[in-house]
């Protein structure tokens, strides 16, 4: 496919506590992702030095390549031109930023609190418009427009525990209110302490790394993602049990939200809950066993975009602006 002069390119971005990912999307053009590890945490400088190299190589392939591709990458490559630009670009981010666009706290990343994001993002993207919002907001947007549900519960799982709700096709609680921090809701006073400083948030139970510090306690030894992964297709006890409570966290979490929102359709998503056999289902099962007689819920299912819902949202905030 043919590059086309002046083709309007945008750029979603979902930047995670592990990795990031990036998403160009243009008319004409298939999308092209890619994809980073972060590297040995050392400063909020080094993370945005790592960030510009990668969007460098992005810009060269731009530059040089008769069509992006439909394609997933992790090869980043190393070029740091200045082409290829953008219309505008869209950043999913899991901290929490003031209206000004300074970063207040990201518990996971602690050396970004009080960077000037929105400097960093327009010295990094002169020529675009750019706008951030919180990642589970965005994940949340972006699985109601592909469910076509326009009052939708969201929960992303993987680092951490995020979420979004949906009303009326617009986030809630809105710009300027603050972001729907579903992952830091307590559902275990007295539990494992969470990276925000509290005991017992959703997130310091269900999370992706909360849920292999279980399985590593019940199983005795050191568990990785494809060995927890391996231990629930097998049924292993101790797989399936640390699993299961993250599951039931989730869960209580979920019909909290259906007492008071009363959500149409509940999606669950995230790069480790998408891993994980039966993850989805497990929340479904302890969502029916928590209902209460005459309560409200909703159906529970896996969200349709996966891992990938922010990074989508970050592209539709992209197109937005």
Known sequence: ??????????????????????????????????SFPWNERHSATADLAQLA??????????????????????????G?????????????MPATVSPSGRVLAWPSRPEWTGVDLGAALRGLF???????ADDGDLGALAEAEEAGCDRLLYLGVGTGVG????????????????????GHMIVERGGAPCVCGRRGCVQAVASGPATLRRA??????????????????QGAPW???????????????????????????TLVGGGFAEGIPGFVDGVARHVSRLVRTGGPSSPVRPAAL????SLRGACALARSL
């Open 1 to 34: 496919m043919d590059r086309t002069v002046g083709t309007e390119r945008h750029l979603g971005v979902d930047v995670g506590g592990t990795k990031v990912a990036l998403r160009v999307e243009s008319e004409g053009e298939d999308p092209y992702e890619v």
């Open 53 to 78: 190299d990668a969007v460098g190589g992005l810009r060269a392939r731009m530059r040089g390549c008769t069509g992006m591709g439909a394609r997933t990458s992790t090869d980043t490559g190393t």
């Open 80 to 92: 740091t031109g200045v082409g290829g630009g953008f219309r505008a670009v869209g950043v999913a």
């Open 126 to 132: 002169p020529e675009a418009a750019v706008g951030w």
């Open 163 to 182: 979420g979004g709700f949906v009303d009326g096709g617009a986030v809630a609680p809105g710009p300027g209110r603050g972001s729907f921090e579903i």
């Open 216 to 233: 590593a306690r019940l199983r005795g030894g050191e568990v990785g993602f494809e060995a927890l992964r391996a231990g629930v297709v």
């Open 239 to 265: 797989a399936v049990a640390a699993v299961d409570e993250a599951c039931e966290a989730l869960a209580t979490a979920v019909v909290g939200v259906h007492e008071l929102l009363h959500p149409q359709l």
């Open 306 to 309: 996966g891992g990938l819902s």
